[in-house]
């Protein structure tokens, strides 16, 4: 289920109380600012490998790291049956409502000229994305900063909603990798022989989806280094790559296993939003600095920790049957949607806290983008948790 659908979809029956009240709980145990000295000196030590792999290979195959193992989830204080977790999350830095409202005004007006999302844009303002880069963008007060990150997700979200979900057309799955290689063209520009570019320049111009991706990085230009785009391009492929993966899905009547679909996840997550935090915010994170494995391991953990709240959120909204972190966990573990919840709720958490260690050895010793980059992405995760939060306000089956 895409993004936008789960924003406007219907609750879904049982799960949707229980869903509401994790994501409306006012609390954020997460410490406000990433570089601050945390209040308590428990910070484990880095893993010689990611989490959980040093076990799996056992102290006779290189496994002697530490992992690191995040302390017991935090449960809300009403009785211990109704109690639902508390997610691991820092708060918004900032709300600025009028900032965002003018950021979906002005995304909207755009999505209507390029032409995607036709006769959906009421779904579109009512989600309110710009609201979403607002949040997670709080570096910049500028709504054309804002407004060219907001561009870049919502192109990069019409094509699942367009080609994968089949929300505002037909999905054609057997098509889909065609459809990706073809837009991928004018991600990283296709450069043919004169006798046949224009007939690749008339597929791209009659697709409103491509027309959004050319756009959208053309606009992006006026506050990005070539390199900066280069890595957005980056993410955007390896983004269609998972497309293709669920694609296969959908084909083959694949339900994937827990371990695929996370493997799914940090492909198909948040991160080619929040690869714009320093063009946003206005410096640039060197792409030496941007390439390191350590640095890249903990970019991925913050796309997937971020991607599993939203994944938290559909489970109130959508069929048992399609994918998401909490219903393949019910399926697979063969446990109830609340014992779903908990141990999708253990696994955010657990991306955090690894997150949140590693994060704080690489900012001090590290040059000051890397901290300050670093710093960025823990703000963009409070905010994507507060728009989660506040749009289940709205759509979620308690709205008072």
């Not at 995040?70 to 709300?95: F, I, N, Q, T």
């Not at 915010?281 to 796309?303: C, K, M, N, S, W």
């Not at 219903?327 to 991306?351: G, K, M, N, W």
Request: net charge negative.
């Amino acid at each position: 289920m895409s993004l936008l659908s789960r924003m406007s979809a219907a609750p879904a029956a049982g799960t949707a109380p229980l869903v509401e009240a994790l994501l409306r709980d006012r609390r954020r145990p997460g410490r406000p600012d990433l570089l601050a000295p945390p209040k308590a000196p428990a910070v484990p030590a880095l893993p010689a490998h990611p989490p959980g792999l040093a076990a799996l290979l056992g102290p006779d195959r290189g496994g002697g790291g530490t992992a690191v193992v995040p302390p017991p989830a935090e449960h809300s204080r009403a009785g211990e049956h109704d109690a639902v977790p508390v997610l691991y999350c820092p708060p918004a830095v900032r709300d600025d409502p009028a900032l965002g409202e003018e950021v979906d005004r002005r995304l909207v007006e755009w999505a209507e000229r390029v032409g995607v999302y036709p006769g959906e844009l009421d779904r579109v303002s009512s989600a309110g994305f710009g609201r979403l880069i607002m949040l997670a963008h709080p570096e910049t007060d500028d709504p054309d900063r804002l407004l060219a990150a907001a561009k870049c997700a919502l192109a990069e979200w019409s094509v699942d909603d367009h080609y994968v979900d089949g929300e505002v057309e037909e999905a054609r799955h057997d098509l889909l990798g065609q459809r990706l290689a073809i837009a991928h063209s004018v991600i990283d520009q296709a450069h043919l022989p004169r006798r046949y570019a224009p007939q690749l320049e008339r597929v791209v111009r009659a697709d409103p989806v491509m027309v959004a991706l050319r756009s959208s990085l053309e606009d992006l230009r006026a506050y990005a280094s070539w390199a900066q785009l280069r890595r957005l391009r980056h993410e955007l492929a390896i983004m269609f790559v998972a497309y293709n993966q669920e694609g296969v899905w959908h084909t083959a009547g694949h339900r994937p296993p827990v371990w695929e679909f996370l493997m799914h996840r940090h492909e198909n997550s948040f991160v080619p939003c929040m690869a714009l935090i320093d063009t946003v915010a206005g410096y640039e994170l060197p792409a030496e600095q941007f390439a390191r494995p350590e640095v890249r391991r903990v970019f991925t953990l913050a796309g997937s920790a971020s991607v599993i709240v939203n994944d938290l959120y559909s489970m109130g909204k959508e069929d048992p049957d399609d994918f998401s972190l909490p219903r393949l966990i019910e399926t697979e573990d063969d446990c109830s949607p609340r014992e779903a919840v908990e141990r999708t709720v253990q696994v955010h958490d657990e991306l955090m806290h690894a997150f949140e260690a590693e994060s704080a050895q690489l900012a001090a010793t590290g040059p000051p983008e890397l901290g300050r980059f670093l710093a960025g992405l823990w703000a963009w995760m409070g905010g994507s948790r507060e728009w989660h939060a506040s749009t289940a306000r709205y759509h979620g089956a308690d709205r008072s």
